[in-house]
């Protein structure tokens, strides 16, 4: 008898820019090794973006595209993911979904440091419905630190973490330190999609902050509304003091760390720092993240990888969105 084929998923996706479209790829391009490997299809029932009337490439279906938000929020569908970045509409979306007990996958870290106690209140109050909150694509992009922090040292007494989180910065740096110039390298970063939209963010280190503060908040439990971060980014001397430390044999990177000590206070800082290039958070190069934990009972763990770009970020909502269903698909992936 042929094997009977367990319904789509649903997906109805918010963004359909750099991370939204390569989320609308990747689901394509694995469509049947995922049916293969998990038994499981998607189909992506409504997309949201600003201006549906905007030319958009052949891939996506227009049909399937809107830029109402109700009528977005009126598919019918398993997962809502967001990517569309911002705190108004993307909260908005955050807070509807998780009201009527659906799962939300996001990649905004912007949003969960403004709302993510709140949508973490939202997802206990609506469990039963089955609200789900996951956001593994909001920090570190392909590189998997949410899930390590939530569930492999859920229970240890974590002490800090610390890392390099943009990608944008790290690139400009790294390109610098081949002799670049800043502008040059910056342009090179907004073209290759590692960069924010509005790349302020990116430069003066408030993305960096923000995917801290949710660390923390993973980590520690801090309040990432209220957790003070000292933010430095890269200020106009940048190019001067990647000479200087080239000189002097170093590396500079954005480093943002976060410390708790005995008493449980946290101490958070993003700035930029010289280091000795044999350092771990020194070794990454281009648009890479690496996120060191360090814990009592662990020791440091250090986990390194492609950490911004449509693909890896793409990638992280991939897992997220599996990670969310109520599907044999999940047991089957961890067997
Ligand atoms: N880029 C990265 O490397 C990266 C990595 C990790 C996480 N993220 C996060 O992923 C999210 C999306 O980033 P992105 O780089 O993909 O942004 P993007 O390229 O600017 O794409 C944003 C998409 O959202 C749509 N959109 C924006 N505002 C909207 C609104 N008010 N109503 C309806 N649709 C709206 C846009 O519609 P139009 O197409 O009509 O303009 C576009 O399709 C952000 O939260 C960002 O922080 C990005």
């Known amino acids: 008898m042929p094997r009977r084929e367990a319904p789509p998923i649903r997906i109805a996706l918010a963004g359909a820019g750099t ?23 998607f189909e992506v029932v409504s997309v949201l973006v600003r201006d549906a009337a905007r030319p958009r490439s052949a891939r996506l279906d227009r049909a399937r595209l809107t830029d109402d938000v109700d009528a977005f929020l009126r598919a019918e569908a398993e997962v809502v993911v967001e990517a ?49 909150l996951d956001l593994e694509a909001a920090v570190g992009g392909g590189v998997p630190v949410v899930r390590v922090l939530r569930d492999s040292l859920a229970g240890h007494g974590l002490t800090a973490v610390r890392g390099v989180l943009n990608g944008t910065t790290n690139y400009i740096l790294s390109q610098m330190e081949r002799g670049h110039e800043f502008h040059a390298a910056l342009a090179e970063a907004q073209r290759a999609g590692f960069a924010e939209a509005d790349p302020s963010r990116d430069l003066d280190g408030t993305d960096a902050s923000d995917k801290l503060a949710v660390l923390s908040w993973l980590a520690f439990g801090t309040d990432p509304r209220t957790l003070r ?107």
């Open 229 to 335: 971060i000292r933010t430095q980014g890269l200020a106009p001397d940048i190019g001067a003091r990647v000479a200087a430390a080239r000189l002097d044999g170093r590396v500079i990177r954005l480093v943002a760390q976060a410390e708790r000590d005995p008493d449980g206070h946290v101490r958070a800082s993003v700035a930029p720092v010289a280091l000795d290039p044999t350092h771990p958070l020194a070794r990454v190069q281009d648009e890479e993240n690496v996120i060191v934990v360090e814990s009592t009972s662990a020791g440091a763990i250090t986990l390194h990888g492609r950490g911004a770009g449509g693909d890896a970020t793409a990638s992280a909502l991939l897992a997220d969105i599996l990670r969310s269903l109520p599907h044999p698909a999940r047991s089957l992936a961890v067997a």
């Open 19 to 41: 991370v939204g479209g390569a989320l609308l790829d990747l689901l394509d391009r694995e469509r049947h090794a995922l049916l293969a490997r998990l038994g499981v299809r």
């Open 84 to 132: 569309i970045g911002g705190t108004t509409v993307a909260g908005a979306i955050a807070r509807a979904t998780l009201l009527r007990g659906r799962r939300l996958v996001t990649a905004n870290k912007a949003l969960l440091r403004a709302e993510g106690p709140a949508l973490a209140s939202l997802v206990r109050a609506h469990e039963h419905l089955g609200a789900a």
